[in-house]
Nanobody, 126 residues
Framework: QVQLVESGGGLVQAGGSLRLSCAASGGTFSRYAMGWFRQAPGKEREFVATINWSGGNTYYADSVKGRFTISRDNAKNTVHLQANSLKPEDTATYYC???????????????????WGQGTQVTVSS
């Protein structure tokens, strides 16, 4: 069973930055595509960013493109989300997710992910 634990959330002013981290254990992390999703109160969980198994390909939601960067370190079994120029509408619980398909490509489809972390809260004040 793959375990994912997010960290790095917090309260920031609009225009500020946060670096979210996800630590993985179990499974074969280096073969999995990874993603970040977020969910605000009263809304569905939505795609934010994804990275393929090797880190060579990334894809972002239009709402965060140019502001957020996803990266991974397979030697440390970690994935990160650098979130810059934060806006109040970025406020949400952010979830790390893993697609267990070996050597997986980037995917923005929520149902293709097999494992999820518990989430970390990001709050952006105006």
């Amino acid at each position: 069973q793959v375990q994912l634990v997010e960290s790095g959330g917090g309260l920031v002013q609009a225009g500020g930055s946060l670096r979210l981290s996800c630590a993985a254990s179990g499974g074969t992390f280096s073969r999995y595509a990874m993603g970040w999703f977020r969910q605000a109160p009263g809304k569905e969980r939505e795609f934010v960013a994804t990275i393929n198994w090797s880190g060579g390909n990334t894809y972002y939601a239009d709402s965060v493109k140019g502001r957020f960067t996803i990266s991974r370190d397979n030697a440390k079994n970690t994935v990160h989300l650098q979130a810059n120029s934060l806006k109040p509408e970025d406020t949400a619980t952010y979830y790390c997710a893993a697609d267990r398909t070996p050597y997986g490509t980037t995917t923005y489809v929520r149902d293709e992910y097999d494992y999820w972390g518990q989430g970390t809260q990001v709050t952006v004040s105006s």
